[in-house]
């Protein structure tokens, strides 16, 4: 883990975007105080926890992560962080986690990190409170949003994701793939013939 890397200032414009309106310029009050993290996750590593990235609000930089939950017996896979993510580790806390929910890192994934349990200045406490709200709804519409797109329009939503997201589909069993897109698995080779011909 290193301290403010190069690339901080992508971060802390994906932060800004996070925020309401009335709240961006708190980002600019507390900058001189705000310490952004850099973790690498290592491929083919399994966290059934992740304590350092516990309170923070992260963002994938560079890499794949899946998420994937046991049910009967079978790998489900319920979503995946790639570049632009924002990257929240709720669904591993062991206390939480009754569907033995596991991380995959799929590729070698660097992530920009930061505490919203940071204390310092005055500016910067007022900053973290409005971070763990926006993160708190952002965890809430990522889900409301994949489970939209994929309910409404199954087919359409398959095709553009593997499209999208071929990497991801070519690390995955084509049964978990089948399973985590919610198609048989004729329907996957379907899907998978039209993604690679509109690729």
């Known amino acids: 883990m290193t301290d403010q890397p190069i690339s901080t200032p992508k971060f802390l414009e994906s932060l800004r975007g996070l925020l309401h309106p009335t709240d961006r310029l708190l980002l600019q009050e507390a900058g001189p105080d705000l310490q952004v993290e850099y973790f690498t996750l290592p491929k083919g590593t399994v966290y059934t926890e992740n304590p350092m990235l516990d309170g923070h609000i992260s963002i994938v930089q560079k890499g794949i992560v899946g998420v994937s ?3 009967e017996n079978l790998v489900n896979w319920s979503h995946f962080y790639t570049p632009g993510s924002f990257v929240f580790n709720l669904e591993i806390h062991k206390e939480l986690n ?5 991380w995959h890192v799929l590729e ?23 971070l763990k709200l ?17 309910g ?24 978990e793939l089948a399973n985590f897109l919610g198609v048989s698995n004729s329907s996957l080779k379907l899907y998978l013939k039209e993604a690679l011909d509109h690729a």
């Open 152 to 175: 409404l329009d199954r087919h359409d939503y398959s095709v553009k994701w593997l499209r999208s997201n071929n990497k991801v589909a070519a690390a995955l069993p084509r049964k």
């Open 108 to 130: 070698d994934t660097h992530v920009y990190s930061i505490d919203t349990n940071a204390e310092g200045s005055a500016a910067l406490e007022r900053l973290m409170v409005a």
């Open 134 to 150: 926006q993160r708190s709804l952002l965890c809430s519409y990522q889900y409301q949003h994949y489970i939209n797109e994929h």
């Open 98 to 102: 009754a569907m033995d929910s596991k």
């Open 69 to 71: 939950h046991r049910m």
